[in-house]
């Protein structure tokens, strides 16, 4: 069976709040657990009105709490915003808390626009190729090498499985380097896919971590009963993506119908080539979409993304891809 899990961006509708985006995103945990779910992560995103998960490790421990099994973590952190000893302790406390249960993937990104990036570092001086080093250097804390001269406490002996995540090339070599999984970003970014894919494995160095490479890609899916009602529930995140690449980002707007049969060239354009990796339609249709992008890459774990307005609608196109993915198999 291929593994499936859930990346939750913890979406602020319009009209609604914070607090009713977080309550929002423990309910989808707790449903995303009894339907069999690998994980659950939440990403780090600044100065964005639509995104609740800043504060992304405590958001992390909010669902960690509100769950029981299934595995919480982060989609990602993202590095350079932070010193390493920092990302340990706020991972290594998460882990005290919730042994076993906690993921940290690391980005290279600054999840924000340079202005917000400035505000949150207050310089720009951090140096986004030390990646490699910081990555490292948090290994270390973890492993408690005593490299650093450092006891990262908590941290020191955390057992928090490390990913690199990506949407270039970079990413998959170093994980590929380090031996850790890979998760590539491939359902807002998804230019350098398949060479990222052959890239890590074809460089993949076995790891205390991990034996032999493991590969997730981001995949987003909307499902409903019919391809109609799909589409219409794909609409608020089709113009969320229109409304951020053209300089105007928004809290989730409520669905349109024919949204993106109204489109000029230029957001069609916008969309075509973003959400390439995608599943919208009826069980049927999210099944041979599915196992399209399942045999073509060849992931180990597919990373499930979307944003839609309506929560209850919201988890029932969970529980139609989890019932989908259960009938698929890995590719060999």
């Not at 609740?52 to 915003?81: D, F, Q």
Request: hydrophobic letters at 45%; aromatic letters at 6%.
């Amino acid at each position: 069976m291929t593994r499936f899990s859930l990346l939750d961006l913890v979406p602020v509708v319009e009209g609604g709040t914070v607090a009713q985006s977080l309550a929002n995103a423990a309910d989808l945990a707790r449903h995303a657990e009894t339907l069999g779910y690998q994980r659950y992560w939440v990403a780090e995103h600044h100065g964005m009105r639509g995104i609740a998960s800043a504060a992304t490790a405590v958001v992390i421990g909010y669902i960690a709490a509100a769950t029981s099994r299934i595995r919480v973590g982060a989609g990602g952190i993202m590095l350079p915003n932070h010193a390493p000893l920092v990302i340990a302790e706020q991972f290594g406390t998460l882990d005290a808390l919730f042994p076993g249960r906690i993921d940290l993937g690391l980005g290279r990104a600054p999840g924000s626009d340079q202005r917000v990036a400035r505000a949150m570092r207050r310089t720009l001086e951090t140096d986004p190729n030390a990646f490699p080093q910081d990555v490292m250097e948090l290994q270390s804390y973890f492993a408690d090498d005593g490299r650093t001269g450092i006891a990262a406490t908590p941290g020191a002996g955390a057992n928090v499985p490390l990913w690199i995540l990506g949407s270039s090339t970079f990413g998959a070599q170093l994980a590929a380097a380090l031996g850790l999984p890979y998760a590539f970003a491939s359902h807002f970014a998804p230019d350098a896919l398949d060479a990222a894919l052959a890239i890590y494995r074809r460089d993949f160095r076995p790891s205390a971590q991990l034996a032999k490479p493991h590969a997730m890609a981001g995949f987003n899916v909307f499902a409903a009963e019919t391809d109609e009602e799909a589409e219409l529930l794909a609409s608020s995140q089709q113009q969320s993506f229109v409304a951020l690449r053209t300089g105007n980002p928004r809290q989730l707007p409520p669905p349109v119908a024919g949204y993106r049969a109204g489109l000029g060239a230029q957001g069609a354009s916008i969309l075509d080539h973003v959400l390439q990796c995608s599943a919208v339609g009826s069980p049927a249709t999210v099944a041979r979409q599915t196992a399209a992008f399942i045999e073509r890459t060849g992931v180990d774990e597919v990373m499930v993304a979307s944003a839609i307005y309506d929560h209850e609608a919201r988890k029932r196109s969970l529980a139609i891809t989890a019932e989908v993915m259960s009938g698929l198999t890995v590719p060999a």
